[in-house]
Structures are given as structure tokens and as C-alpha cells.
């Protein structure tokens, strides 16, 4: 009886506001404005690990400090409308690819890190405009850092999800799966299915069981944060699910949780590890610049406008 209450009162809060908005649900699946028919469970069955990124195409060691671009909500379907400006992805590479070679941002950069909401309303042609104008774009892209390209690394987002979105994300979105992790020499990469506001019983205990047997310092990545600062509706939604969450986080070593969601900079210390809320790409024309130091087993994240 008390989730039927919390989803009226979401219906009651929050469907007036996609009409007061302009917007339109046939545009996001009238269907599928709280409920998603693939669930949680079936997208997370199991936790992919992907190949270790600590060494170059060569098999020489990778370098010990190396910077990770961060970018969330960027919503291909959805500019010129509410908040959004007109895009300018050309204006970003414009900016990573400025000055001499050896000096510019993208000289320093390994991979990219995507958290999500690539698309809109979850259409085809929104994640091929996603795939087209940045994934291939970063992945002509050669350096020292990265000779083979830079590679884009995604995160499922909640509205890749409306329109049964799922299948044209997975095609177009490396890795093509939605809960994996890979390994640096002194850190592990773990990214999770938030999608749904919830990672479901599967997934958490998955995760956990990973976490738990791995003794490395972690880096979460997931697009509906754990708390930003209690942005309400925008984050997960099960107290309970969340709380052990973020002990589990504190217990197994892990240094950063990053997510994107809110489109907004959002920052909350939990202790032994920190959350930092990535501001929207689209939105606010910003994203994040992680400073990984192997060597020291240090990260830092910085925000920076293009």
C-alpha cells in the first residue's frame, strides 16, 4: 500500500510539471513515464569485466598519471528547448584539441567516462547522433595516451530508457552493457544500472560480492547519484537500498562515486569516500576532468567550461 501512495504522490507532483515544461509524454512513451518493461534485473544479469587499461597498444606500461574526461546529460533530442542551449560538441573539441601537440587537454587523456542520458526520449537516431558526434569522434582522436583512440566508456541513463530505448543504446553505447568493471594498476573501475532509480537485488548483491573480494581502491560510476546533497526525487528513492549502498562503498575502499542526473555540481563527503555530482553537458556546458595518479593512488576532479 505505501508504494502505490509514493506513486500517486509522484504522479500528482511531477506529471503537471511535464505539461507546465511544454513537454509532451507521447514524446518519452506515455507508457513509460514511471515504469520501464525492461527491468533492472534483466539489463544487470550479470557483471562483465572488461580487459585491464594499464598498458598502451604496444604493451608498455600505461604512463602513472593520466586524465579521464567526464561528461553526463547530454540529451541529443533535446536542445533548444526548457534550459537547453543549441549544442556544441564542435566548441568542446575545439577546446580539448587546443594548442601544440604534447600541450593540449587531450594529450593528457586516456578514456572518457559518459554517465548517462545520452538520449532524450530514447529514439535510435538520438544515440547514432550521440555515437556519430562524439564516441567516433574521441575514438579518431590519437595520442601518446591513447594510440588506438580515445575510447568512451558509458553509463545507461534514465532517459536512454523511455521508448524502449534499451536496444539502441546497448548497439550504440561501448560497451554495450550496463553493469561492468575493468582494472588500472591501482584502481578498479566499476559501473552500475541506476537507470531504473534503483539497482535492484540482483545487481546490488553482485556488486557487493565483487567489491567485497577486491582489494583494490574503487571508482564508482552511475547516473542517479546515492544522495547529491539530498536532491530529492533525483536520487535513489530506497533509504534502505542506499544506505547499504554507502556503507558497502565505505567498506570496500572506494575513493570516488561519480553521477550525473541532476544536471548540477553537487559535492558530498561520506567519510572515507566522496560523491561528486557531475552539471549536465548539455544544460550547463561543462564536464568534469579526473586527474588519476597510479603511482600514488591518488584522484582528483576538476570541472571546467567549454
Same mark, same amino acid.
Given at each position: 500500500?505505501? %508504494?502505490? +501512495?509514493?506513486?500517486?504522490?509522484?504522479?500528482?507532483?511531477? /506529471?503537471?510539471?511535464? +505539461?507546465?515544461?511544454?513537454? *509532451?509524454? &507521447?514524446?518519452?512513451?506515455?507508457?513509460?513515464?514511471?515504469?520501464?518493461?525492461?527491468?533492472?534485473? =534483466?539489463?544487470?544479469?550479470?557483471?562483465?569485466?572488461?580487459?585491464?587499461?594499464? *598498458?598502451?597498444?604496444?604493451?608498455?606500461?600505461?604512463?602513472?598519471? #593520466?586524465? %579521464?574526461?567526464?561528461? =553526463?546529460?547530454?540529451?541529443?533530442?533535446?536542445?533548444?528547448?526548457?534550459?537547453?542551449?543549441?549544442?556544441?560538441?564542435?566548441? @568542446?573539441?575545439?577546446?580539448?584539441?587546443?594548442? *601544440?601537440?604534447?600541450?593540449?587537454? %587531450?594529450?593528457?587523456? !586516456? +578514456?572518457?567516462?559518459?554517465?548517462?542520458?545520452?538520449?532524450?526520449? $530514447?529514439?535510435?537516431?538520438?544515440?547514432?547522433?550521440?555515437?556519430?558526434?562524439?564516441?567516433?569522434?574521441?575514438?579518431?582522436?590519437?595520442?601518446?595516451?591513447?594510440? &588506438?583512440?580515445? !575510447?568512451? #566508456?558509458?553509463?545507461?541513463?534514465?532517459?536512454?530508457?523511455?521508448?524502449?530505448? @534499451?536496444?539502441?543504446?546497448?548497439?550504440?553505447?561501448?560497451?554495450?552493457?550496463? /553493469? #561492468?568493471?575493468?582494472?588500472?594498476?591501482?584502481?578498479? @573501475?566499476? +559501473?552500475? &544500472?541506476?537507470?531504473?532509480?534503483?539497482?535492484? $537485488?540482483?545487481?546490488?548483491?553482485?556488486?557487493?560480492?565483487?567489491?567485497?573480494?577486491?582489494?583494490?581502491?574503487?571508482?564508482?560510476?552511475?547516473?542517479?547519484?546515492?544522495?547529491?546533497?539530498?536532491? /530529492?526525487?533525483? =536520487?535513489?528513492?530506497?533509504?534502505?537500498?542506499?544506505?547499504?549502498?554507502?556503507?558497502?562503498?565505505?567498506? =570496500?575502499?572506494?575513493? @570516488?562515486?561519480?553521477?550525473?542526473?541532476?544536471?548540477?555540481?553537487?559535492?558530498?563527503?561520506?567519510?572515507?569516500?566522496?560523491?561528486?555530482?557531475?552539471?549536465?553537458?548539455?544544460?550547463?556546458?561543462?564536464?568534469?576532468?579526473?586527474?588519476? &595518479?597510479?603511482?600514488?593512488?591518488? %584522484?582528483?576532479?576538476?570541472?571546467?567550461?567549454?
Amino acid at each position: 500500500m505505501k %508504494v502505490k +501512495f509514493r506513486e500517486a504522490i509522484a504522479c500528482l507532483i511531477f /506529471l503537471p510539471l511535464f +505539461f507546465i515544461c511544454g513537454c *509532451s509524454l &507521447d514524446d518519452y512513451g506515455l507508457d513509460q513515464a514511471f515504469y520501464r518493461r525492461m527491468s533492472v534485473e =534483466t539489463r544487470s544479469s550479470k557483471l562483465k569485466v572488461l580487459s585491464k587499461v594499464n *598498458s598502451n597498444i604496444d604493451g608498455t606500461p600505461v604512463d602513472s598519471t #593520466y586524465d %579521464v574526461l567526464i561528461i =553526463t546529460d547530454l540529451h541529443f533530442g533535446n536542445e533548444n528547448k526548457g534550459k537547453n542551449g543549441p549544442r556544441r560538441e564542435d566548441e @568542446w573539441f575545439d577546446q580539448l584539441l587546443e594548442g *601544440s601537440v604534447g600541450n593540449r587537454i %587531450v594529450d593528457r587523456v !586516456k +578514456f572518457v567516462i559518459c554517465l548517462g542520458d545520452v538520449a532524450d526520449h $530514447g529514439r535510435r537516431s538520438e544515440f547514432e547522433a550521440f555515437k556519430e558526434s562524439v564516441e567516433d569522434r574521441l575514438e579518431s582522436i590519437k595520442t601518446a595516451m591513447a594510440p &588506438d583512440g580515445i !575510447k568512451t #566508456y558509458n553509463v545507461v541513463g534514465n532517459h536512454d530508457l523511455y521508448n524502449d530505448g @534499451w536496444n539502441a543504446w546497448s548497439d550504440n553505447c561501448y560497451p554495450g552493457t550496463s /553493469l #561492468y568493471k575493468f582494472e588500472s594498476p591501482s584502481f578498479s @573501475w566499476y +559501473f552500475i &544500472d541506476s537507470a531504473s532509480g534503483t539497482l535492484g $537485488g540482483y545487481q546490488y548483491d553482485v556488486l557487493s560480492d565483487c567489491m567485497k573480494n577486491d582489494g583494490k581502491r574503487k571508482l564508482v560510476f552511475s547516473h542517479v547519484p546515492i544522495y547529491a546533497e539530498n536532491k /530529492l526525487y533525483f =536520487t535513489m528513492q530506497n533509504t534502505e537500498e542506499r544506505n547499504r549502498l554507502i556503507s558497502t562503498c565505505a567498506k =570496500t575502499g572506494v575513493l @570516488w562515486f561519480v553521477d550525473g542526473h541532476t544536471h548540477e555540481d553537487r559535492t558530498s563527503g561520506f567519510g572515507k569516500f566522496t560523491e561528486r555530482n557531475v552539471p549536465g553537458f548539455l544544460e550547463k556546458y561543462e564536464y568534469g576532468i579526473m586527474h588519476v &595518479d597510479e603511482s600514488n593512488g591518488t %584522484v582528483s576532479i576538476e570541472l571546467k567550461r567549454y
